[in-house]
């Protein structure tokens, strides 16, 4: 694909926080793609270069970043490149460094973007597809919606940071969908009538102050049970703790106290007991390795544990996990690690190994719906991408409808083949 030229540009994200977006243009196609930024942030990620000019959007402008993708795109203008491989190797050279801290992973991942979604489209195919093309069907993945927000996302008293719902039934994504959604809105029926609040966080869950993370529980199973469908049959409960934000070094503030790492994973597999939960995330912190490798041997075979700060979407992060056996599943954040073939190799590392995939969005999205072709098309089990409210939510998943209604009958649902090896 020859590049014609590259036009970069600050917008907001769904926090009202800057960020980059760009349109690529080759000789016969073009695309626009913006980066996503996250709240709760692991210490290994790759480099999300801010301006930290106080004065304007207190620091956090990214008009540096803008500038280094305009210097870049001077350079491509004419270039050819064969695919995402080369172009992204030449966009790490320019860089030269592991984390992306010179041009900024923000920048790269906005010209990584840029690029495969303009060679889909000179390609006339649409992402999904061209990631995989002439499949005989393409599987549609479980979403995992965040209906209760707690920890970085909503100054709530909650530990957990996520409490989903991950509906399995309807044999189609649609049907999925639908359950899900009809759950969201059963549960704010039933906080408001208990004298909760039902204002969301930012990714459009529910953030009422609580007495106890165990009592959000609760508060989806009623849910779940007011809209006909069965808990642990049709729908199951996933939480993303995010154990990094709790973590002293030694303990884990769990409500108002300082627990054991030994002490948290008992309280893990009490709930497991109670409760149809199939995935926890981050259920440890991100280096923290003993206890995730404790938690694996206890609980990997009933659940889905999930490496988000662990692993950064970074191969040599997730090589580790494997080598050590400290979770079965990769959260897939492609902004974590900067490149689009980067985040590819990732995932097919995972395949290799019988982890499971679940794509990602953050918590300062934009409308840019990638990652719902992302997910299909990098054959990912599960998606994330927050409640059924919210625009920028709501964007991904009704991708995910479109993509479904153009497959026609080659769409298939992955449904509780997506948490394999674990109890369903």
């Given amino acids: 694909m020859k590049i014609k030229k590259v036009i970069a540009r600050q917008i907001l994200d769904s926090r009202g926080n800057p960020t980059v977006e760009v349109d690529f243009y080759s000789t016969k196609a073009w695309a626009r793609a913006a980066v996503p930024s996250g709240a709760s942030t692991g210490v290994h990620e790759a480099h999300e270069l801010r301006d930290e000019d106080k004065s304007k959007y207190g620091g956090k402008g990214v008009l540096k970043s803008v500038l280094n993708i305009t210097k870049l795109a001077d350079e491509l203008e004419g270039q050819t490149f064969a695919n995402i491989y080369d172009f992204d190797q030449w966009l790490k050279a320019k860089d030269g460094t592991e984390n992306k801290s010179n041009l900024g992973a923000n920048s790269l991942l906005a010209l990584s973007l840029g690029f495969i979604k303009t060679q889909a489209a000179e390609n006339e195919m649409p992402l999904f597809e061209f990631l995989r093309p002439n499949q005989k069907s393409y599987k549609l993945p479980v979403p995992l919606m965040n209906i209760i927000n707690g920890g970085a996302h909503a100054n709530n008293g909650v530990d957990v940071q996520e409490f989903m719902v991950a509906p399995v039934c309807g044999g189609s994504f649609s049907e999925a969908l639908r359950a899900g959604t009809e759950i969201f809105h059963a549960l704010k029926k039933v906080l408001h009538s208990e004298g909760h609040s039902t204002a969301v966080g930012d990714e459009g869950g529910f953030a009422p102050k609580l007495k106890s993370n165990i009592q959000a529980l609760e508060y989806i199973m009623k849910a779940i049970s007011m809209t006909g469908y069965k808990a642990g049959k049709d729908v199951f409960i996933a939480l993303d703790v995010a154990a990094t934000e709790l973590f002293d070094g030694h303990k884990y503030r769990w409500e108002g106290q300082m627990i054991s790492p030994e002490q948290l994973i008992s309280i893990y597999k009490s709930w497991i007991d109670q409760f149809p939960i199939v995935s926890i995330e981050d259920g440890a912190s991100e280096d923290d390795w003993s206890t995730w490798i404790s938690m694996n041997e206890i609980l990997g075979q009933k659940v889905q544990l999930i490496g988000d700060d662990l692993f950064v979407t970074n191969p040599k992060r997730l090589k580790m996990g494997i080598e050590k056996k400290a979770a079965n599943a990769l959260l897939v954040k492609i902004?974590?690690?900067?490149?689009?073939?980067?985040?590819?190799?990732?995932?097919?590392?995972?395949?290799?190994?019988?982890?499971?995939?679940?794509?990602?969005?953050?918590?300062?999205?934009?409308?840019?719906?990638?990652?719902a072709d992302l997910a299909v098309g990098l054959f990912c089990s599960q998606i994330k991408t927050g409640s059924p409210c919210r625009g920028e939510r709501t964007a991904k998943y009704n991708q995910l409808l479109r993509i479904e209604q153009l497959l026609g009958p080659k769409a298939d649902f992955w449904g509780t083949k997506a948490f394999n090896s674990i109890r369903i």
């Fill in 335 to 371: 902004n974590q690690i900067g490149t689009i073939s980067e985040t590819i190799s990732t995932v097919s590392q995972c395949h290799e190994v019988n982890f499971n995939t679940i794509m990602s969005h953050r918590s300062g999205e934009t409308e840019d719906a990638t990652i």
